[in-house]
């Protein structure tokens, strides 16, 4: 080769180079090179979740069968609520990561990283089927626990919630204004800290109160991988929230702030009607008034990290979630430590950010 001719390859490398930093992450397009990587922390993250693998095969739960028999009725009725939401919410999360957001955030990094979220959401799927066949083995009663996003109240309001963010970006096939920039937007922020963030922490909140009383460890156990799994997930989204923060900076108005904040209190509502079912008149230790603390915290936390004023200045009423720290767990009664099927490094806890 040529020295005139190297130098016109280094120019075309250059340009390319330079061609592919100028685009962001939301334009419309399908990158589908790695390199040169624009956006590496995203391939990290896809990375660290690789090593987060489990199966439900290794969550045992043959311990719970025997404890359901002890419960009362009104905690009978909690569970039976709490698997019917689980039947259902890992699905809805599923399908918006491949009809939305694989769709929009253009770079294959974070394409990586929904694609191993996706394998997670399955898991988890599997894993609520898993305690359905388990904890309800009438098959009239899990045909009704999959059919409850229709016919429970509580939980169909939740899936509404859901399908109107879903639903306000589904007829965009590429992101060309801020206006549908904005949308897709409110869909993430809807599905990190609304749902991921906010509808599945209520849910633990129910497991780890069972659990604070030396109830149900295998849901416990599966719990705490789900938990770690979608904090990652939240994190992940958040991250996204920040890079088009940083390119497009224009698109967080006042405006946005305001939609987002009614956004998590129209969640902490819905939730709060989910606890209402669950809860009823109050059981020992848990009842509607503590979760709207509770979920009024959490909250909060989720609107500090997008950067915008707290709503409600709540703490956390359950010392039982404070202690829950999900990198390697040994519970409350001497039983075997819950380690993932692959080392993990690093640890989240919920006195960080539940």
């Not at 399908?30 to 995203?42: A, G, K, N, Q, V």
């Not at 938990?227 to 224009?250: L, N």
């Not at 956390?316 to 767990?329: A, I, K, R, T, Y």
């Amino acid at each position: 080769m040529s020295a005139d001719t190297s130098a016109v390859n280094d120019q075309n490398d250059t340009s390319d180079q330079n061609a592919k930093s100028d685009k962001m992450l939301l334009d419309p397009g399908f990158e589908l090179t790695l390199r040169p990587m624009r956006y590496p922390s995203f391939y990290d993250r896809y990375r660290d979740a690789i090593k987060n693998t489990w199966t439900v095969e290794e969550v045992d739960l043959h311990s719970d069968v025997a404890d359901l028999a002890k419960l009362s009725d009104g905690e009978r009725h909690m569970i039976g609520r709490l698997v019917a939401f689980f039947a259902t919410g890992d699905s809805i999360v599923s399908n918006n990561v491949v009809l939305s957001l694989y769709k929009h955030i253009n770079s294959p990094e974070a394409r990586l990283y929904l694609s191993r979220q996706l394998f997670e959401e399955a898991v988890h799927v599997q894993f609520y089927l898993t305690l359905l066949d388990t904890y309800l083995p009438d098959p009239e009663d899990r045909n009704a626990a999959f059919a409850a996003v229709e016919n429970i109240p509580s939980i169909h309001q939740k899936a509404q919630f859901c399908f109107t963010y879903m639903n306000a970006v589904d007829h965009l096939d590429s992101l060309r204004s801020k206006d549908d920039r904005r949308a897709f937007l409110l869909n993430l922020i809807c599905f990190a800290a609304c749902v991921e963030g906010l509808f599945f922490y209520g849910a633990f909140a129910y497991v780890y109160w069972f659990r604070s009383r030396g109830l149900l460890h295998g849901l416990a156990t599966g719990t705490n991988w789900v938990f770690r799994d979608e904090s990652m997930h939240m994190d992940f989204a958040f991250s996204v929230v920040d890079t088009v923060r940083e390119e497009e900076p224009d698109l967080f108005d006042e405006t946005m702030a305001q939609q987002v904040t009614a956004m998590l209190e129209e969640a902490v509502e819905a939730e709060l009607q989910f606890a209402q079912d669950l809860c009823g008149e109050g059981l020992p230790g848990m009842n509607t008034a503590s979760m709207r603390e509770y979920l009024q915290a959490v909250a909060d936390q989720r609107l500090a990290r997008l950067g915008m004023p707290i709503r409600y200045g709540s703490t956390n009423p359950f010392g039982f979630m404070e202690l829950q720290n999900v990198q390697e767990l040994t519970n409350f009664f001497e039983r075997r430590v819950s380690a993932y099927q692959v080392a993990v490094e690093g640890s989240v806890a919920f006195d960080d950010d539940f």
